[in-house]
């Protein structure tokens, strides 16, 4: 009788040592693998009930190194159950979970040594040297964040200010717009009435008519242009929509005037006529004779007049013995004619009577005039539409990044000098030279739910060879400079930058969250 009283003992014994960790005060047991805010969920005195309510075991089978469980919730002191977690409490340190695998394998992955009871594996408690590093890093961290966060509130203050400005300055363009439309139809006004009588008092000089043939002629050439017009207005509206826009007019290099590689907004917007979309007749009347030069460019059909065959043209006349020179000779012999004029065949001047002169001269100084009109209305036209994009665009929930809008910044590796112009585009130009390859044009904020403004993307890149268009994601972080940090390529046309910033400096958002353990 009593060995078997002494057998129980030792079996209760036994079996308390695997279900029980360590007395948490003196009244509380502390389950192996499991935290002190979920021990009211292992109650020894009543059966188990595993977390995801599929079983109830008897609490006997809880860390008895067999997975009951289908969540591995009846062995989270075990390596029992592969889909399991065991809890490091790390005490002076962060605690933490791993996987229940881990438990028992020979490798100290807890700093308390807690996961290696069992193995024959002496781990020693890290824990408070982990822990003063920590709190050390921590404290570097609210350091940064602290003084960041002063510059931050000088950027938000200019931010705001920089908002004012651009509403105050939209209203007064918007003035100047309306006046400047006003002068522009009286200067077109006072052209056409300069030029009609102009028109007038050169009628008495214009050559003999051409035949009606050469006119009927012209008329078709004109209508082959417009066909011509109206079938290249459909290559370009390559939705269908019935408008061409900037964005399909961004996607063909015929439109890259300054031939940088990439057709930027402003490209476009000459090609529209200074409008964001235009129609098949706004097409013909406004934009056909801006594209046309560049197409026929393109086809090869329109090319710069040979310098040598130029120059051949016009000192062919001067060749020594020709009848010409001797003609020249004796047409000009007694004068002093300049050795560069010699051979040169010129129209002949038009003299016209003082007021005819007086009117030409009107009518230029009208057209001129106009010219200048119209070029201050689209000057206004485009300020007034950048600003519109600067007033709609999103700078943060204060408005901590408009202060950087237009401002580049630079990062050099071994073989590249990236660049980083905020809300315009980032480019990737070669150290051993040549021209930049555009990464993307500025698109929008692409951060995760809660805090959007942590991640810019620009994309719309220039293509790669038989690839997609190249695009970049920017991720920022708090710094007490506006710096681009790194750039890599993770993935082929795919470029990640790390730019660092004040404005990411919000202790209300960023502080670390701080551990009673530290």
């Known amino acids: 009788m009593n060995n078997c009283r002494i057998y129980l003992v030792l079996f209760l014994s036994v079996n308390l040592s695997i279900l029980l960790g360590h007395v948490a005060g003196t009244k509380v047991l502390q389950i192996r693998g499991i935290p002190t805010a979920k021990s009211s969920l292992y109650t020894p005195d009543r059966d188990f009930q595993c977390l995801d309510g599929s079983l109830l075991i008897p609490f006997s089978h809880v860390n008895d190194n067999y997975c009951d469980c289908a969540d591995g919730s009846d062995e989270p002191g075990t390596p029992a159950c592969t889909n399991g977690s065991f809890y490091c409490e790390n005490s002076g340190y962060k605690p933490r979970y791993i996987p229940s695998t881990w438990i028992n394998d020979g490798v100290c992955d807890c700093c308390d040594a807690s996961d290696e009871y069992n193995s024959g594996k002496e781990c020693p408690n890290n824990c408070n040297e982990l822990g003063k590093e920590a709190r050390l890093e921590q404290q570097k961290a609210e350091e940064l964040i602290r003084e960041g966060n002063k510059i931050r509130v000088e950027m938000i203050a200019k931010g705001k200010q920089l908002k004012a400005d651009y509403q ?14 006003l002068v522009k139809k009286e200067k077109e006004l006072l052209k056409t009435q300069a030029e009609e009588r102009e028109s007038i008092a050169l009628e008495k000089y214009k050559p003999a008519e051409p035949e009606q043939p050469a006119a009927e002629e012209g008329d078709e050439e004109e209508e082959l242009q417009e066909s011509d017009a109206e079938d290249y207005f459909k290559l370009l509206d390559s939705d269908n929509s019935g408008t061409i826009t900037i964005p399909e007019l961004q996607t063909r290099v015929t439109f890259d005037k300054d031939r940088d590689g990439t057709v930027t907004e402003e490209e476009a917007m000459y090609f529209l006529s200074n409008k964001k979309e235009i129609n098949l007749q706004e097409f013909i009347d406004e934009a056909w004779s801006n594209m046309k030069p560049f197409l026929l460019l393109e086809q090869g059909v329109f090319k710069p007049a040979d310098h040598n065959e130029e120059e051949e043209e016009i000192h062919e006349p001067v060749e020594e013995g020709t009848e010409q020179e001797k003609e020249d000779d004796e047409g000009t012999e007694g004068e002093d004619v300049p050795g560069e004029e010699q051979g040169k065949t010129e129209e002949p001047q038009v003299q ?167």
């Open 168 to 181: 105050a300055r939209l209203v007064k363009l918007r003035a100047e717009y309306e006046e400047a439309q």
């Open 352 to 518: 016209y009577d003082e007021e005819t002169q007086a009117l030409i001269d009107e009518a230029r100084v009208a057209r001129e005039s106009f010219q200048g009109a119209e070029g201050f209305v689209n000057e206004l036209q485009t300020e007034i539409r950048k600003l519109e994009e600067k007033l709609d665009r999103e700078y943060g929930v204060e408005q901590e990044f408009a202060s950087l809008d237009g401002e580049c910044f630079e990062y050099t590796d071994l073989e590249y000098v990236y660049s980083l112009c905020m809300f315009g585009k980032t480019t990737q130009r070669s150290k051993s030279g040549g021209s930049d390859i555009n990464l993307g044009h500025w698109n929008d904020w692409s951060g995760p739910e809660g805090n959007k403004y942590s991640k810019m993307k620009y994309d719309r890149g220039l293509t790669c060879w038989n690839g997609p268009a190249r695009f970049t994601i920017v991720n920022l972080v708090c710094g007490k400079e506006n710096k681009l940090i790194t750039v890599t390529e993770p993935n082929r046309c795919e470029y990640a930058m790390e730019f660092s910033t004040p404005a990411m400096c919000n202790p209300s958002t960023q502080l670390p969250n701080s551990h009673d353990e530290l």
